[in-house]
């Protein structure tokens, strides 16, 4: 019931985009949502649509994939564009007893719900073509610069790419402790907000039992291996640029420059 | 009062290209009072067979039918079933979560609604059915042995005062003399109580001793439905799914083989050695 989540999630296959080094994915996520926030008409949002539309098809993952992802974060975009269409002031389009809607609140609420919707699409699509022990390594390679004003980048890499390994594995237990407690004659589904919340102890606290013996057993396998952090550590597949990668950049200045063009300037 | 699976299949992960087909066209009956092993190797689908069972998950096809009535009706209440079809899983760290042992057994009974003071009587008695010592009853669950927290975990199924009782894998990790004991005390409660029992594992010394019926499961499919002496028969095919009889049932036939007029289906030690006794 919990594996329904795919925000974070890596899909395996063998694609242009999975071959790419993840700084590449990495500095091709932070320019798309850049340039999703300079566009001030329909014409940009067009031209990520069709970038957007063509890295999904070169990514081999099913379209139906992402959007199962999607539908967790359904509640955040309806509260946006309810909040940006009643809320915003300027000329009334129409109004219902004492709330009115603008036209200038249906546009930014119609460019609210584009923005996040690809903004997710898009970041889905990078951990979605690469590992997350790839994806902390490109971070820890870019973010390199960061050492010389003393930020254990190291350490962060390594504690996030922890995080990320866990998430599947605590779901399975989540999984698995609520199908014990249901066969416990637990109910999760009904109730008011106070007996749900007090439905959660019982799921909750064998959940953090484990999380914890975990992390523990991690931490000892760790050190038994003599981890001791960043400092003079060498890797097995160390992070190279390609000609594919140099492909991978130009072709994405080249999106930047012109959906920047179209979408700022040229209408 | 039994429990009928027709045709029973599962597949995981529906419409993804990872998509697993861990139930084939299973079907069987598990009449009142039969004490059943269930036996597979890993990933054979043993444990998605017994979580069909009390509705846990549904299955892809085929129909279950408990008392005559199907679990997937709408207006089958589960959380009945689930209080008639008591499933212990395997790990008792995924269910205790109380202070003390006592009130995470009376988790179950308060759950039916059942009031304060007759929730502890049942724990009570379920406690000592188990066979907990007195003792450990106000103890954290989690300052307990494994063996400890496994009857805890039992005992708190047993609250809920199931008519059919499943346990996946009840001995899995613990030493050869915690097994032993919790099989007895098992076999024990089955003779006290008269309760239907289903006990998932994949040793076959672990059942052969105990069950009056066992049922092998590979790649999802039910290969094998029959009392352990007849399942014995085939040791050589249990071996090439990754099983193997009892060691009683190898030491037989290699007897047997050098010339010595002994029953090769003897399925429990002391069978065999009355056997060979009387060879001798």
Known sequence: MLRDITLGQYYQTDSCIHRLDPRVKLAGTVLFIISLFFFDNIWGYVCAAVFLAVVIKLSKVPFKFMIKGMKSIIFLLMLTVVFNLFLTPGEVVFSVWKISVTREGIRIAVFMAIRLTMLIIGSSIMTLTTTPNNLTDGMEKSLGFLKVIKLPVHEVAMMMSIALRFIPILLEETDKIMKAQIARGADFESGNLIKRAKAMVPLLVPLFISAFRRANDLAMAMEARCYRGGEGRTKMKPLIYKKRDAIGYTVLFAYFAISIAVGKFLF | ?280
């Open chain 2, 1 to 280: 009062m039994s429990l009928i699976l027709d045709h029973v299949s599962h597949v995981y992960g529906d419409d993804t290209a990872l998509a697993v087909k861990a139930l084939d066209d299973v079907s069987l009956e598990i009449p009142d009072g039969q004490f059943i092993g269930l036996i597979g190797h890993t990933g054979s689908g043993k444990s998605t067979l017994v979580q069909h069972l009390n509705g846990l998950i549904k299955a892809s096809s085929g129909h279950i039918y408990f008392n005559g009535k199907d679990i997937d009706d709408d207006d089958f209440k589960k959380k009945e079933l689930r209080s008639k079809v008591g499933l212990v899983f395997q790990y008792p760290e995924h269910q205790l979560f109380e202070a003390d042992v006592f009130s995470d057994v009376c988790f179950g009974p308060k759950n039916l609604g059942l009031t304060k003071k007759e929730a502890e009587l049942r724990a009570y008695e379920a406690l000592k059915k188990v066979g907990l010592p007195d003792d450990l009853f106000y103890q954290s669950p989690f300052e307990l042995s494994g063996g400890q927290k496994r009857r805890v975990a039992i005992a708190g199924v047993l609250a809920m005062k199931p008519e059919v009782l499943i346990l996946d894998e009840p001995t899995a990790g613990l030493d050869p003399k915690g097994r032993t004991e919790i099989l007895e005390q098992i076999s024990e409660l089955r003779r006290e109580t008269g309760i239907t029992i289903l006990l998932v594992s994949h040793s076959m010394e672990d059942v052969a001793e105990y069950v009056d019926r066992i049922l092998v499961m590979n790649k999802g499919k039910l290969v094998y439905d029959d009392k352990p002496r007849e399942v014995f028969k085939h040791y050589k095919e249990l071996e090439q799914i990754g099983l193997a009889a009892p060691q009683v049932t190898y030491i037989m036939h290699e007897l047997k083989e050098i010339g010595m007029d002994v029953d090769v289906d003897a399925t429990t030690i002391e069978e065999a050695a009355e056997s060979i006794k009387k060879a001798l």
